[in-house]
């Protein structure tokens, strides 16, 4: 039997892709065990739930950008990127599926920005670093920031800032702020 929602109930769920509260108020039960999921009919305005072992039909999402809102140094953003997964190259070898973004063209860096306005942080890591004298994309992408050669380089690391006048800045690589992950392939 079915229970009315509680106005207090929906932060209980979580999106399939990470950590991110569903913001969806429209739950016409809330789920007895915690293998409940949540469906809805196409052209439906409600949501439904059902032990996840039930079949209905589904949709991917496949996003290119994520935005992770936990604060970290740069090195540890990069290493919780490289962690969200792995492909094989051949049978022996690995590869990271996910890197810290690297901005390279103009829609990137404007898909940046929407993701960063989400951010728990005033900026957010990208894969921007100074290193060996010069700045580096992970991707080794070409820099497209001019004045970018005037910045402090001493351990710098880049953010996309969410708000300001400029798109970009770079930062001491200790401090911690949340970041955006990019997927490579």
């Given at each position: 039997m079915d229970r009315?929602?509680?106005?207090?109930?929906?932060?209980?769920?979580?999106?399939?892709?990470?950590?991110?509260t569903a913001s969806y108020r429209a739950f016409t039960t809330i789920p007895w065990l915690s293998e409940h999921c949540a469906y809805t009919n196409k052209g439906s305005k409600t949501w439904y739930t059902d032990p996840c072992d039930n079949l209905h039909s589904f949709s991917c999402f496949d996003e290119r950008m994520v935005l992770v809102r936990e604060n970290k140094t740069w090195e540890e953003a990069l290493r919780h990127c490289r962690s969200l997964g792995r492909v094989s190259t051949n049978h022996s070898t690995f590869t990271h599926l996910y890197d810290l973004a690297s901005l390279?063209?103009?829609?990137?860096?404007?898909?940046?920005?929407?993701?960063?306005?989400?951010?728990?942080?005033?900026?957010?890591?990208?894969?921007?670093?100074?290193l060996a004298g010069q700045w580096w994309w992970l991707d080794r992408g070409p820099m497209l920031y001019r004045d970018?050669?005037?910045?402090?380089?001493?351990?710098?690391?880049?953010?996309?800032?969410?708000?300001?006048?400029?798109?970009?800045?770079?930062?001491?690589?200790?401090?911690?702020?949340?970041?955006?992950?990019?997927?490579?392939?």
């Open positions: 009315p929602v509680p106005r207090n109930a929906v932060s209980q769920w979580k999106w399939s892709h990470g950590n991110e390279i063209t103009d829609d990137d860096h404007t898909l940046a920005r929407e993701k960063a306005q989400n951010a728990t942080t005033d900026e957010v890591w990208t894969g921007l670093r100074f970018i050669d005037r910045c402090p380089t001493s351990r710098s690391c880049g953010v996309i800032e969410k708000k300001g006048t400029t798109s970009f800045s770079t930062r001491n690589c200790e401090e911690r702020r949340n970041f955006i992950c990019y997927k490579r392939f």
